[in-house]
């Protein structure tokens, strides 16, 4: 039971941080596109949020998934 409780928690993580990682990037975008400057200025912005977010919670589903798999085998 507690293998089924912790696999449980382990997809119910990765779907808040999915959420919560969709949500602070919408957030972080929205910010840097009220920006008075020009686009050009703005993209690097833009890029580098979405690739630090995106990397971190890729990061982050590796580590669970590694993890789940360590619950599957014993």
């Given amino acids: 039971m507690e293998k089924e409780t912790t696999l449980s928690l382990i997809i119910w993580t990765k779907r808040a941080l999915g959420l919560i990682a969709f949500l602070l990037w919408g957030y972080v975008i929205v910010t840097i596109s009220q920006s ?5 200025e703005q993209a690097p912005y833009c890029m580098g949020s979405t690739m630090l977010i995106f990397g971190l919670l ?17």
């Fill in 36 to 40: 008075p400057a020009p686009f050009i």
């Fill in 58 to 74: 890729t990061a982050v589903y590796k580590g669970l998934d590694y993890w789940s798999l360590q619950q599957k085998e014993n």
